[in-house]
């Protein structure tokens, strides 16, 4: 079936036209004057012969097998059509129509009915609502777009067909090439996580690009995404990342946004390079088609002028890439080949009157240095640079060495003509120092994604039963949040160090309570019905003795019938009183794209002034867990700062570990919060104080 989608032996325009300003006209045009060379069938009930092809009333009036049909009627017509592709035996129809799922109910009734016929006959859809599928390997254009893209190594897709034809324009003018650029539509069947399953096993792909509004399976894409990217990279440009833009996609494709956040994570957690504007799409889009990844982070830097040197050193130590420090042969051969007034260590500074093989020879000392991983090259149009033949020398000498080389000539009308010797000879190139930094930057951080090795998920021993008996006690009574007692039974199953508690009845059963449990005590009322403690006063800390507690326990009750006379109040929980530690707050919601989403972070001010948290996706590895603790900006408050001791880091990587356990155990929990979890020092491990548990409905 994708064979017939990528590589049919025919093809069948249905709504081809006469009238050259029709798009079934300019599609089948497209087919024809590109140059595939399979069976070609118009179809249209009118006519006779269209661009030099017999045209054939339908589908099923066509002598030969028909592989493919593109689909140019009016909306109406579509389902009556995929009948006659399945009559047919069509294997892959793209749906070049509008007018479905993105115009409200009838058009979603009517995009379902045509996927309900493809599926019935084992039909592919590309669509609806899409500009078309172009292969360059085998002059395949199905598509209206105004041109056929050069044969290259990077394919294309994307959610917006407008956006397709805009990148189609800016890659012909940049020698950018093309394997396969498919516009994704509607993605009624086929989304991207299927174009990454073919693109994976595509010899001809070397790396995808992708504009995305939304994803259609959340973990289904992060898995294949994982598989993908430790062979090829992917890029992506996710549109929708304000709230605005949210809603701007939903009245587009009708795709449900999943929230930034979200994305954000998944990407990193599957190895995709997330670009944040097509300009970085493209930027990124080059470095990677064009050029080998670096070994490691060191840049060697070669440039005419001292500013632009330093402009481009500062770039890329922001995106961690260091200047290398050139071997002491490569800078004694610099010294002794360049005028006396160059800079011999990095950046090299060959000086603004430079000629081309003065760069030449520094671009070639650079590149074999064993300490240089890669190399970005500056040049400024002065007087008596050789722009053309600098640009030559470089494509030349990076021929040579498998290391990356990056350009960025400064400048827009001098330094044209040598961009188009550097586009054309494979060099990547920039407007501006900092996005060769950054290119580089993703460069060598998708190189260390791919030697990560995967680690396998732990799982903890747990008491699940338990877990699922505090759960169903609370379904069963129809309460979506759960009470203090059973979401502590949740977490303890779990394995997650609670204070000691216990539900007194009464005054004297708090009393024989306290004894047990020992002093300093905490008391809180626990009542379905309320559900803000301290608020009502419900909450006393600090009890020291049996007076106390009668104290304390009358108190309590008293403030709870006075917020609700008639609350269900089951009793007052005598808890111990644990000692502070450094306040985390760990939390869980579920993204309506990729599932359960943890977050981590320090408590109190930290997460409510500075929103100093971070989030993945679960389930988690322990790899993952510890990258996310170092990941907060206050890390260094739980690492020991100012001479205190470090806090138990593998206690709270743990605390993590087991909460994305439970809620891969639990997919019915949609929201929790333990918060504060106390963190003590190193080798005395953690305490939940306090925890919300919400299951779905
Ligand atoms: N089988 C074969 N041909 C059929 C047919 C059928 N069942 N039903 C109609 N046709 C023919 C028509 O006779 C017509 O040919 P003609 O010019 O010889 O008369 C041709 O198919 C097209 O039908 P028409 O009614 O003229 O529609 P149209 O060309 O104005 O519009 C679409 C059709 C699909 C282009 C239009 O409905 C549409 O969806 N446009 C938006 C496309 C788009 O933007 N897609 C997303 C891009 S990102």
């Known amino acids: 079936m994708l064979e017939s989608l990528l590589n049919p032996q025919s093809v069948a325009v249905v709504g081809a036209s006469t009238n050259p300003t029709k798009l079934g006209y300019l599609i089948l045009d497209n087919i024809i004057k590109y140059g595939y060379q399979g069976q070609i069938y118009p179809i249209n009930p009118k006519a006779k012969e269209i661009l030099d092809h017999t045209c054939y009333p339908s589908l099923t009036k066509v002598p030969g ?164 990217t430790k062979e090829k990279p992917l890029i992506v440009v996710k549109s929708g990342t304000t709230s605005a833009g949210s809603r701007a996609v939903s009245s587009h494709t009708g795709t449900l946004a999943g929230s930034d956040a979200a994305y954000d994570t998944a990407f990193k957690q599957s190895g995709v390079l997330r670009a944040h504007s097509v300009s970085e799409l493209f930027a990124y889009s080059t470095a990677f088609a ?11 830097i070669i440039t005419n002028a001292g500013g632009p040197g330093i402009m481009a050193t500062d770039a890329c130590e922001k995106k961690g890439i260091h200047l290398a420090t050139l071997a002491p042969e490569t800078v004694s051969f610099l010294q002794e080949n360049l005028p006396a007034a160059a800079n011999c260590f990095n950046p090299i500074d060959v000086l603004g009157d430079a000629y081309a093989d003065r760069y030449k020879l520094a671009l070639k000392a650079a590149l074999e240095d064993p300490n240089v991983d890669a190399a970005i090259f500056l040049l400024t149009p002065q007087a008596m640079t050789e722009i053309e033949e600098t640009a030559r020398a470089v494509v030349e000498l990076s021929r040579d060495f498998d290391k990356p080389v990056l350009a960025n000539f400064m400048g827009a009308k001098e330094v044209a003509a040598g961009n188009r010797i550097l586009g054309e000879g494979q060099i990547p190139y920039y407007g501006f120092p900092e996005e060769a930094a950054a290119a580089l930057a993703r460069m060598a951080e998708y190189r260390e994604w791919r030697e990560q090795s995967s680690e396998s998920l732990e799982r903890f021993s747990i008491d699940q039963e338990r877990a699922a008996t505090a759960l169903l006690t609370a379904q069963k009574a129809g309460r979506l949040r759960l009470n ?59 009890i020291k003795n049996e007076k106390e507690v009668r104290v304390a326990y009358e108190e309590i009750i008293n403030r709870a019938y006075r917020y609700m006379a008639d609350a269900d109040i089951w009793g007052v929980a005598v808890q111990e009183m644990v000692k502070v530690g450094k306040e985390i707050i760990l939390g869980v919601t579920k993204d309506p794209t990729f599932g359960h989403m943890l977050m981590f972070g320090l408590g109190g001010i930290y997460v409510e002034v500075l929103k100093d948290v971070v989030f993945r996706i679960a389930p988690l590895s322990r790899a993952e867990a510890e990258e996310m603790v170092r990941e907060i900006r206050s890390f260094p408050l739980l690492a020991g700062a100012r001479g205190e001791k470090p806090s138990d880091l593998i206690a709270i990587t743990d605390c993590i570990l087991r909460i994305s356990q439970m809620v891969t155990d639990f997919p019915q929990i949609v929201e929790l919060d333990i918060n504060p979890l106390f963190a003590y020092e190193e080798g005395e491990g953690t305490m939940a104080v306090d925890a919300r548990i919400v299951i779905g409905e």
Not at 164 to 190: R, Y
Not at 290 to 300: E, S, T
């Open 65 to 228: 097998p028909v592989d493919m049909a593109v689909i140019v009627v009016p909306a109406k017509f579509v389902a009556s059509v995929m009948r006659d592709c399945g009559e047919k035996g069509v294997g892959a129809a793209i749906v070049i129509t509008a007018g479905f799922r993105e115009t409200g109910a009838e058009g979603r009734q009517m995009e379902r009915e045509v996927l309900e016929i493809a599926r019935e006959h084992g039909i592919r859809i590309v669509g609806p609502n899409v500009l078309g599928v172009i292969n360059t390997t085998n002059s395949l254009n199905a598509s209206f777009a105004a041109g056929m893209p050069e044969k290259g190594r990077i394919s294309f897709m994307s959610q917006s067909g407008a956006l397709c034809t805009g990148i189609l324009d800016w890659a012909a003018a940049n020698s950018l090439g093309f394997a396969n650029f498919v516009s994704l539509g509607n993605k009624a069947d086929m989304d991207e996580t299927d174009f990454l399953e073919i693109w994976h096993h595509d010899s001809g792909t070397d790396v995808v690009i992708a504009y995305l509004e939304g994803i259609a399976d959340g973990p289904r894409f992060m898995k294949t995404a994982r598989e993908f």
């Open 290 to 300: 064009y050029q080998p990844l670096p070994k490691g982070r060191h840049v060697a």
């Open 484 to 542: 203090e007692m059973e979401a502590r039974q949740v977490i303890a199953a779990y394995g997650l160090p609670l204070p000691k508690s216990q539900l007194a009845l009464s005054v004297e059963h708090a009393v024989r309570l306290a004894k047990e449990i020992g002093y300093p005590l905490v008391m809180k009322i626990i009542s379905p019905d309320i559900l803000h403690k301290s608020d009502i006063g419900g909450v006393k800390v600090g």
